[in-house]
């Protein structure tokens, strides 16, 4: 069974926003770790085109963010861009998405199956936005899911707990990136 990394809203704009070097240090762990082991690895950005003109004016979240956010989150903005410290490979893809889940306005699910990965482990900012939607999604379209809980970050510490002890153990298994890097070797 493939697997693949989503290591997913790891951009400029929003790890600038979080305390996350710990969160940013375990995705670089684990980005390291599955490019060791050849286990492909996608990241997945939040970017939209000059102007929005996908966000729609009932979007309340995405609407409210084309009305305030000037152009720091077109697709060439500096917010937009993977954070170097993940410095995307050549050979690696960057998904670009238009909503919350990764699969949503974006390739992913394609480029997923290219990889002939059946299988899906996470990494993301927000638990709460990206990880939640990208895992819930994922679950009805019957891949299996590991999220990395350590490679995820939330603004409440208290939702990030609840997702990844109550609710994200009924579709995922829920581990760290120590625990997911050994199962690589």
Known sequence: MA??????DFQNGIVDRFDSAATLANAVSATDAARAAGVPVVFV???????YPEVAATNLGFGRLADAAGDSMTESAHGTQIHPALAPR??????TKRRVSAFTGSDLEVLLRGLDASEIVLAGISTSGVVLSTLRQAADLDYRIT?????CADTQTDV??????????????????????????
């Open 3 to 8: 697997s693949a990394l989503l290591v997913m």
């Open 45 to 51: 950005r939040v970017a939209f085109r000059p102007g």
């Open 90 to 95: 050549p050979d690696e893809a960057i998904v």
């Open 147 to 151: 999220v990395l809980s350590d490679a």
């Open 160 to 185: 990030h707990e609840v997702l990844m002890t109550s609710v994200f153990p009924r579709q995922a298994t829920v581990t760290t990136t120590a625990d997911w890097v050994s199962s690589l070797s």
